[in-house]
């Protein structure tokens, strides 16, 4: 059994196929099975993988609204965002030997990270992150023409 998860939020991703999807995270991405319930269904497959200190799980496409961006042609309404501690640059490149599709480079950002874009063989967009720097609100503004707030409505 798997140790109870702490998150207050744990994406859940769906594929068509869900079993090969699982092999690919931990190829391209490093990441664990923690967990995997599986019938004789492969796509009612419900998979937990963890990374780092998080969670995320990955189903089959199990209802009609639940689909992979594979099925969608192509669209997808979110991105994961993974924090990583270090090694981006070598994480890119395993990702891109285990065939995914790099949409953004790594490369340092105004906010005092370093990210880099993938997609994965059936359309999701996974976003890795490495914090390189400290960066001021105001340096931020400056760099980027943006304004920036923190706990505050707009």
Do not use: N
């Not at 780092?52 to 594979?70: C, L, N, R």
């Not at 070598?90 to 370093?114: L, M, N, S, T, V």
């Not at 400290?134 to 931020?140: F, G, L, Q, Y």
Request: aromatic content about 8%.
């Amino acid at each position: 059994m798997s140790e109870p998860v702490s998150q207050t939020f744990i994406p859940s991703i769906h594929y068509r196929d869900p079993l090969a999807a699982l092999d690919w995270l931990e190829r391209a991405f490093g990441f664990e099975r923690s967990l995997l319930v599986i019938g004789d269904d492969p796509q009612m497959l419900h998979a937990e993988m963890s990374f780092g200190g998080g969670h995320v799980t990955v189903g089959g496409e199990w209802a009609e609204e639940i689909k992979s961006p594979a099925s969608l042609g192509g669209k997808t309404t979110q991105t994961i965002r993974v924090e990583l501690d270090d090694g981006i640059d070598a994480h890119c490149e395993r990702a891109r030997a285990a065939g995914a599709r790099i949409w953004a480079e790594p490369a340092d950002q105004f906010y005092g990270a370093r990210t880099y874009r993938a997609m994965d063989p059936e359309g999701h967009i996974w976003s890795f992150s490495q914090a390189v720097r400290e960066v001021s609100i105001a340096d931020m503004e400056k760099a980027s023409g943006l304004t920036i707030q923190t706990g505050a409505r707009s």
